[in-house]
């Protein structure tokens, strides 16, 4: 055990935290609604030019 | 009369066992050979894991859905394949034990002409001394029964924090080498939504323990996005909602043994650490399904259809390269066994060439590089691509050209659900095209357009609405086929 060092944890205070804003966005039903069909949109357009 | 025989039951199994059922008439024998009697939905076993759906939620019956479609249903295990034949007959062979009463252990031999090895993985708990659930003291979200003890395990950690209790609960990956980093992701915030639920968040200290040398990389080498007019990285997005949600990273770790109450591990650096836990759900590292191959004389030909891993080798450039001349043309395209015309190893089964995230060694030269990662969406498209091979070099003949599928082609989704709930859950939703990156077609490795990375509800929606429709089609309801793999 004499070579054990404390568990290495990242530090994370250089990572951009979310504003309040972008917090209610996330949570906004018609926000959040666009984004659903835009990446379903996205989802098929990748199975669609995927060459299989 | 053309015998089709399918190892293992899985997306990619199931998948080519439904297409083919659609594409070939009732003159073809179409056969699922699996050890287990139902199919998992495997991505959705996180809410398993956390309580918020059952088990029951997630599996259903196989032999249903098969005799559905005129497909044999045989509950048993592969353990040899005989490609050449054997003393009695020239015509391929599989050999299988038996897995459900009264047949139980009962050995058989089946022929075939066209075998399609979609085995999954081989869970390698023993690979770590003390991990796993059933021989160590951690838990898993591998199979819907690990993930109903994992929420059980999860359910006596709320309470003790609820008794005032301090917690510390580690989750992420038991071995240097695994893979599905992407399911550790998701359960960690999972885990913290459901501490938060509790409202016992203070009282927990959640560490996600990674072989991973930055946030964000998920085996496939992280990606880039482009985000309000800049190119951004997923490190830096992994690490904002890391830091957002208090879940304390350790990266490039190597899990040496778990013993109960503490964790042993391994950083890049070389260094040694111990951690203890209250609570740990770490993955373990897949290997192939054993299975030997055995000449017509009897003589071993495993290494010639499997590398030392246990995956079958197919169409991919397994040279051993190193990183830097590491191209997307290396991978497979057609699935197809080295050697043989009608065998195919699709999703986890097939040997990939190599890592797609950078190999990099501990100064100890311990190896601590994800594995890549070909489950869910690939595996599907895998699954239904031999398929079409298959029908077509029946209906048309053996020179029938084989379909191509490769992961430097196709894209991915990766929906990490962080709450489940319909008005106030979250989800860190990915797409990426394609899987490997190919540096040749994009400047960052992938398309920026279809590359992206979303934190939000939809994303939830998203998840839910893909446990639903893959439940659908896994269960060959009407138009089924219509749903994209």
């Known amino acids: ?52 | 009369m053309s015998d089709v025989v399918i190892l293992g039951a899985g997306v990619a199994g199931h998948t080519a066992a439904l297409h083919l059922s659609r594409l070939l008439g009732r003159e073809h024998r179409i056969t699922v050979v699996s050890p287990n009697s139902h199919w998992n939905w495997i991505p959705s076993n996180i809410w398993v894991g956390v309580g918020k759906m059952s088990k029951q939620d997630v599996v259903f019956p196989l032999a249903p859905i098969y005799a559905r479609r005129h497909i044999r249903f045989i509950q048993a295990k592969a353990v040899a394949i005989r490609p050449y034949g054997d003393a009695e007959s020239d015509r391929p062979a599989v050999d299988i034990v038996h897995t459900s009463p009264p047949e139980d252990g009962r050995e058989e031999r089946i022929r075939y002409d066209f075998l399609v090895n979609a085995t999954g993985p081989n869970l390698r708990f023993g690979a770590t001394e003390g991990l796993g659930p059933q021989h160590g003291t951690t838990v898993s979200v591998c199979t819907a029964d690990h993930a109903v003890e994992a929420a059980g395990r999860l359910r006596g950690v709320i309470e003790r924090c609820r008794a005032g209790e301090h917690q510390t609960l580690v989750v992420g990956m038991g071995h240097g080498t695994c893979t599905c980093e992407g399911a550790a992701f998701e359960y960690v915030f999972n885990v913290d939504n459901e501490l938060r639920e509790a409202g016992v968040r203070d009282l927990a200290r959640v560490v996600y323990l990674t072989n991973e040398s930055r946030l964000g990389d998920f085996g496939v080498g992280g990606m880039v996005f482009n985000e309000g007019g800049y190119q951004t990285t997923s490190e830096l997005w992994t690490e904002s909602l890391f830091r957002e949600r208090g879940v304390e990273p350790i990266l490039g770790a190597h899990v040496e043994r778990v013993e109960p109450g503490t964790v042993h591990f391994e950083t890049l650096d070389g260094t040694h650490h111990a951690l203890d836990f209250d609570f740990a759900m770490l993955l373990p590292p897949f290997g192939g399904v054993p299975l030997a191959a055995f000449d017509r004389d009897g003589t071993e030909i495993t290494q010639q259809l499997f590398a030392p891993s246990g995956f079958m080798k197919v169409d991919a450039d397994y040279s051993g390269k190193p990183y830097e001349q590491w191209s997307a043309s290396d991978w497979p395209q057609t699935y197809q066994a080295q050697g043989f015309d009608n065998i195919w190893a699709v999703g986890i089964a097939f040997a990939p060439p190599h890592q797609i995230s950078r190999p990099l060694t501990s100064a100890n030269g311990t190896v601590i590089t994800p594995s890549p990662p070909r489950t869910g969406m690939p595996s599907g498209v895998m699954g239904k691509t031999v398929a079409l091979t298959i029908a077509d070099r029946i209906r048309r003949g053996p020179r029938a050209e084989a379909h191509r599928a490769s992961m430097a082609d196709m894209g991915a989704a990766c929906v990490a659900s962080a709450g489940a709930n319909l008005r106030t859950g979250s989800a860190a939703a990915m797409t990426m095209m394609p899987i490997v990156p190919d540096y040749t077609r994009f400047p960052t490795g992938r398309s920026l357009d279809d590359t992206r990375g979303e934190l939000g509800l939809a994303g939830h929606w998203v998840k839910l609405l893909l446990h639903y429709m893959f439940i659908y089609k896994a269960k060959a309801r009407p138009g089924w086929f219509l749903i994209p793999e």
Do not use: C
């Not at chain 1, 994370?12 to 309040?20: F, K």
């Open chain 1, 1 to 52: 055990m004499s070579d054990k060092v404390q568990s290495p944890v990242s530090d994370l205070t250089g990572a951009p935290l979310p504003t309040e804003r972008t917090l209610r966005y996330r949570r906004n039903l018609a926000v959040q609604s666009w984004k659903f069909a835009l990446f379903n949109a996205r989802i098929l357009r990748m199975v669609l030019r995927g060459r299989h």
